[in-house]
């Protein structure tokens, strides 16, 4: 307000006084002058929003051509090959494998294709032109039938399969994956159009009905798995001098173009397997040392794996270093006929402990064992505390047991694993490391016994093998208790046996039990 109504109105302005009838004629008089000049106001301010707005418009476009002409100047454009060609490779995927058999995995030649492998062609002319002369992004292979696909599946005739080989130019080395496991009720599918590329396969993954392979030296195949594959085998016209690894799903067939006798790494998760043949392939696998192998059906109706097998007849495997036995009948069968001098890690599966055949399969092999995995298939039942003490005392090499329901935490087997003396060191497991445990819940189980072992005997046993200070014990969700001596022989935070525990009944109803000496 200036001063020329305020000095007018200054009475009515400062004070609360009613004004009087001339007065308020004069006020409105006042307002409606001003009011006008308000109108006046806003459209001259219409007028220069008009005026701003079309400037700015003008400064963005000027931005817009100074940006699109600065891109010519963009580090992008600069890069080298080989950067923009690492840069191409990490927007693939490097995980997830399709055929997956333990823990052979196959030695990347490149990443996998993903869902969208082709996007970096579409960027520019450049770019795909680029990533097109670079076989590593295109060495990764996987072929299958579209998901609603019902004839007869031939490769040779798949245009993106054959366009994609053609992408990997002509001495890359490949990891082929073949899944023709929907076609089951067709026909085998053919693989003669692997031939002019059989000498680059590093890994071979072949999963569903397929014919025989082509003939020819696989000159660089490492790593062959197989999942209900082959409906016929060629004996004598394929070679593998470099394959080492293999594994095999759903079927296991003895293949004649196998070299056996170099192998160092066979798995097996099979539905069916005859005992006689499995030890027969065996006994050709002299270099054998990774075994891992699980079926449903190990069974000779005419073999009592009860009896004694004589020296001459085992099998003797110098350079098996790992043993992994899944099923219970394959477990009293391997055994009671396999000489490992070599073992170190050592996983069993068992209804009832085989106490007998242990001890014979020790005598024989005489093997410092390492690592120890039992796995019981009766909660609480399977092993009693004395032939599991034994085991621990006469092998003194061993650093680390895991049991899966294979035996209860009772106070003889705590205070047995003590150490006698005030200097901690140990009579039993001296050079244990750790122990992990999985039980069923005993509250779960309704079982109230004397006899097993609570938390301050746990602590006691752990205190005593390591009297510089008191051990610890933390608890962990779900039902998971870790104790730790005051120096851990190794790092136990990130080396607790993970037990592969789901959600579901077995996740809330089981015990988990970490001891770290």
């Known amino acids: 307000m200036d001063s020329e109504?305020?000095?007018?109105?200054?009475?009515?302005?400062?004070?609360?006084?009613?004004?009087?009838?001339?007065?308020?004629?004069?006020?409105?008089?006042?307002?409606?002058?001003?009011?006008?000049?308000?109108?006046?106001?806003?459209?001259?301010?219409?007028?220069?929003h008009m005026v701003l707005n079309?400037?700015?418009?003008?400064?963005?476009?000027?931005?817009?051509?100074?940006?699109?002409?600065?891109?010519?100047?963009?580090?992008?454009?600069?890069?080298p090959r080989d950067i923009l060609i690492e840069i191409f490779l990490f927007t693939r995927e490097w995980v997830g494998d399709l055929c997956v058999m333990g823990d052979m995995a196959?030695?990347?030649?490149?990443?996998?294709?993903?869902?969208?492998?082709?996007?970096?062609?579409?960027?520019?002319?450049?770019w795909r032109s680029v990533a097109l002369r670079v076989p590593m992004l295109w060495a990764t292979i996987i072929s299958r039938p579209e998901p609603c696909f019902l004839g007869n599946f031939d490769p040779s005739r798949d245009v993106r399969l054959q366009t994609w080989l053609t992408r990997t130019g002509v001495t890359a080395p490949l990891d082929i994956t073949l899944?023709?496991?929907?076609?089951?009720?067709?026909?085998?599918?053919?693989?003669?159009?692997?031939?002019?590329?059989?000498?680059?396969?590093?890994?071979?993954?072949?999963?569903?009905?397929?014919?025989?392979?082509?003939?020819?030296?696989?000159?660089?195949?490492e790593l062959l798995r197989l999942w209900n594959a082959f409906e016929y085998d060629n004996a004598n016209a394929t070679s593998m001098p470099s394959l080492r690894r293999v594994g095999f799903r759903g079927v296991f067939v003895p293949l004649?173009?196998?070299?056996?006798?170099?192998?160092?790494?066979?798995?097996?998760?099979?539905?069916?397997?005859?005992?006689?043949?499995?030890?027969?392939?065996?006994?050709?696998?002299?270099?054998?040392?990774?075994?891992?192998m699980s079926t449903s059906n190990f069974y000779d109706a005419y073999e009592n794996p009860s009896v004694s097998?004589?020296?001459?007849?085992?099998?003797?495997?110098?350079?098996?270093?790992?043993?992994?036995?899944?099923?219970?009948?394959?477990?009293?069968?391997?055994?009671?006929?396999?000489?490992?001098?070599?073992?170190?890690?050592?996983?069993?599966t068992f209804n009832t402990f085989p106490a007998g055949l242990y001890d014979i399969f020790q005598d024989c092999s005489s093997f410092r064992l390492k690592s120890l995995s039992m796995h019981g298939t009766k909660h609480f039942g399977g092993m009693d505390t004395a032939d599991f003490l034994k085991i621990v005392r006469t092998t003194p090499s061993l650093t680390e047991i895991i049991l899966y329901d294979a035996l209860l935490v009772t106070r003889a087997l705590i205070s047995a694993l003590k150490s006698p003396s005030l200097g901690g060191v140990p009579?039993?497991?001296?050079?244990?490391?750790?122990?992990?445990?999985?039980?069923?819940?005993?509250?779960?189980?309704?079982?109230?016994?004397?006899?097993?072992?609570?938390?301050?005997d746990i602590l006691d046993m752990v205190t005593s093998r390591d009297p510089s200070r008191e051990a610890i014990i933390e608890f962990k969700p779900p039902r998971t208790r870790v104790f730790r001596s005051s120096r851990p022989k190794r790092a136990c935070a990130g080396e607790l046996h993970d037990f592969g525990i789901v959600d579901g009944p077995v996740k809330d109803t089981c015990e988990l039990l970490h001891i770290c000496f």
Not at 181 to 210: D, F, H
Not at 317 to 346: V, Y
Request: hydrophobic letters at 40%.
């Open 5 to 48: 109504h305020f000095s007018r109105f200054h009475r009515l302005l400062t004070t609360n006084n009613e004004p009087s009838d001339a007065e308020a004629i004069a006020v409105q008089e006042a307002m409606e002058e001003r009011g006008s000049d308000l109108m006046k106001l806003e459209a001259r301010i219409v007028e220069a």
């Open 54 to 79: 079309s400037l700015l418009e003008q400064h963005k476009h000027e931005e817009g051509l100074i940006f699109h002409l600065g891109i010519v100047f963009a580090p992008i454009r600069r890069l």
């Open 106 to 126: 196959p030695i990347a030649v490149g990443p996998r294709p993903g869902p969208s492998p082709l996007v970096i062609t579409h960027v520019c002319s450049e």
């Open 179 to 221: 899944d023709v496991r929907p076609l089951s009720y067709n026909s085998a599918t053919p693989l003669s159009w692997m031939q002019p590329y059989i000498a680059r396969i590093r890994t071979l993954s072949l999963m569903g009905k397929v014919v025989r392979l082509p003939s020819g030296a696989f000159d660089s195949l």
């Open 256 to 292: 004649r173009f196998i070299p056996w006798g170099q192998l160092t790494h066979l798995y097996m998760d099979v539905d069916s397997v005859h005992p006689r043949k499995f030890r027969n392939t065996l006994s050709n696998c002299r270099a054998l040392n990774h075994l891992d």
């Open 309 to 348: 097998i004589a020296d001459n007849i085992r099998i003797t495997m110098p350079r098996l270093e790992t043993l992994a036995i899944r099923t219970t009948n394959a477990t009293t069968s391997l055994l009671s006929h396999l000489t490992l001098p070599a073992l170190k890690t050592l996983h069993i």
């Open 427 to 456: 009579d039993v497991g001296p050079n244990l490391e750790y122990i992990g445990i999985r039980n069923l819940s005993l509250r779960h189980a309704n079982i109230m016994d004397d006899r097993l072992a609570n938390d301050y």
